[in-house]
């Protein structure tokens, strides 16, 4: 079966940095665009990056454009987040998701088909 794990989440200071890892199993990694997601407390779900099958495209929410980044290897079913300059706004669970469509604003509502479990990331003011 399908299988999204994420690792990378932890506890960092204001201005600090993590990297977030989503390897993948059970489905054809490329061809599914990929993403991140997250959820903080008492807060709606958000999308905050998509990434195309190719790894050419990619969309991000406004919060984090300019710190965070999105990449994939898919030789390695490997989906990838680096934020850097982080805020204690970034505080959430984070998952990793995968879906049907394009990369595009509107992927974020209705394309995922799998989900990762979560990994946290806490930000210290």
């Known amino acids: 079966q399908v299988q999204l794990v994420e690792s990378g989440g932890g506890s960092v200071q204001a201005g600090g940095s993590l990297r977030l890892s989503c390897t993948a199993s059970?489905?054809?990694?490329?061809?599914?665009?990929m993403g991140w997601f997250r959820q903080a407390p008492g807060k709606e779900r958000e999308g905050v990056a998509c990434?195309?099958?190719?790894?050419?495209?990619?969309v991000y929410v406004d919060s984090v454009e300019g710190r965070f980044t999105i990449s994939r290897d898919n030789a390695k079913n490997t989906l990838y987040l680096q934020m850097n300059s982080l805020n204690a706004e970034d505080t959430a669970m984070y998952y990793c998701?995968?879906?049907?469509?394009?990369?595009?604003?509107?992927?974020?509502?209705?394309?995922?088909?799998?989900w990762g479990q979560g990994t946290q990331v806490t930000v210290s003011s």
């Open positions: 059970g489905l054809t990694f490329d061809m599914y665009v």
């Open positions: 990434i195309s099958r190719s790894g050419s495209g990619t």
């Open positions: 998701a995968a879906g049907i469509g394009a990369c595009s604003g509107s992927w974020f509502r209705g394309s995922v088909r799998y």
